[in-house]
């Protein structure tokens, strides 16, 4: 088994991500950047790029290289279980504008409604009642917000 080493600690190479660990700041930003569409939607990255200002290109930068090129390109889970954590960690601290732009995504990593459904259900009982009927407020708005659009396409 080959390991990096990260300071004092020793981390095995499979377990560093796919663009680890010997990957430049910009492959770590590339394949951040492409599961990043892959999750969020060509559309939703490119909105939020044409927003970013001085103020907070670092910042984007950072969530790109550091969440999308270091975590989410890890093989340990799959996509729809990285999504499982995400919806349940944004229910458990309130994020909802987050909340709805991870239900989208986890949508097109492949969780059914039913399955979404089931999280905001499990998460009532670690997360809370008052956040797992604000979830399904917002999951079911963002539900309809999506049906709408596939009403307007066709």
Request: net charge negative; glycine share 6%; proline share 3%.
């Amino acid at each position: 088994m080959s390991h990096q080493q990260a300071g004092e600690n020793w981390v095995p190479q499979e377990q560093a991500g796919a663009v680890q660990p010997d990957a430049t700041q910009r492959e770590l930003y590339d394949g951040g950047m492409a599961v990043r569409r892959e999750v969020l939607s060509d559309e939703h990255v490119d909105r939020a790029n044409a927003n970013t200002t001085e103020f907070t290109a670092e910042f984007q930068n950072m969530i790109t290289r550091i969440a999308w090129g270091g975590i989410w390109t890890r093989p340990g889970l799959s996509r729809q279980m990285r999504s499982v954590a995400v919806l349940t960690a944004m229910i458990a601290h309130g994020h909802w504008d987050e909340f709805a732009m991870h239900v989208r995504a986890a949508l097109r990593n492949g969780l059914t409604r039913d399955e979404i459904k089931e999280v905001i259900l499990q998460s009532a009982i670690y997360c809370g009642v008052p956040s797992a009927n604000t979830a399904f407020k917002v999951a079911q708005n963002t539900l309809d917000q999506i049906d709408a659009s596939k009403d307007s396409n066709s």
